[in-house]
């Protein structure tokens, strides 16, 4: 079975200072991993996404994310925290013909 | 391309009254999925089709809601009649293959029924 799990319902950062969102997974295939961007009143919008290539992968906006096979976790980072970065983050696993979306996490930055 | 477009962005109506919301997704992608999002519950999937067919529907609420696929470009989903407890974000996604490709996602139509 596939299952994600987002650590953090709400994290708070400065802008400028490192963000960390996190997620941990379950997955009975090799996964494929994502993780999407919601804006207020707005749809989904995908970041990155890992499918068993490169296990750093670069997305949009300056962020990252590492797939750790031994830790079952593809947490979210990126150095230096904007406020354009304000949004709820969903981090989400496919396989078995489906999506499966985390629960979010909503990211507020303090100017 | 100009992604997945989805009418009415906004949708007031009273208890009762049918609601359709309709969704043109991606030229040539051959999955579309319907996600509805609340506060309380989060994003839950309704239903995914593929190649029109609709292959798992068993996220739809109950048998006020149904989702058609007549061609490759076009999906509704119906409710009727409708009630408070289906006000939400209704979001239309679509994707050329599950596993490894990406979702697409509409901006969403917000539905509130008063």
């Known amino acids: 079975a596939q299952s994600v799990t987002q650590l953090d319902s709400h994290v708070s950062v400065s802008e400028g200072t490192p963000v960390l969102l996190r997620c941990n997974y379950s997955?009975?295939?090799?996964?494929?991993l994502f993780w999407y961007v919601q804006h207020p009143n707005k749809g989904l919008q995908l970041l990155l996404k890992?499918?068993?290539?490169?296990?750093l992968v670069k997305g949009i906006n300056g962020f990252e994310a590492e797939f750790k096979k031994s830790e079952t976790s593809f947490h979210l980072t990126k150095p230096s925290a904007h406020m354009s970065d304000a949004a709820e983050y969903f981090c989400?696993?496919?396989?078995?013909?489906?999506?499966?979306f985390g629960t979010g996490t909503s990211l507020t930055v303090i100017p | 391309d100009a992604g997945v477009i989805q009418s009415p962005r906004h949708e007031v109506t009273e208890m009762g009254q049918e609601v359709t919301l309709r969704c043109k997704p991606i030229?040539?992608?051959?999955?579309l999925f319907w996600y509805r999002q609340t506060m309380m519950r989060g994003l839950e999937l309704l239903i995914y089709?593929?190649?029109?067919?609709?292959?798992?529907d068993s996220g739809m609420p109950e048998d006020r809601f149904s989702a058609k696929m007549p061609n490759a470009s076009f999906s509704t989903l119906k409710i009727q009649p409708s009630e408070p407890r289906d006000s939400a974000v209704y979001f239309c996604?679509?994707?050329?293959?599950?596993?490894?490709?990406?979702?697409?996602f509409g901006e969403g139509s917000r539905l509130t029924v008063l």
């Open positions: 996604a679509s994707s050329l293959a599950l596993n490894t490709g990406e979702l697409f």
């Open positions: 997955s009975s295939y090799s996964p494929s």
């Open positions: 890992y499918t068993s290539a490169a296990t």
């Open positions: 989400v696993v496919s396989g078995g013909n489906q999506f499966y």
């Open positions: 030229s040539g992608h051959d999955y």
């Open positions: 089709f593929n190649n029109n067919v609709p292959i798992d």
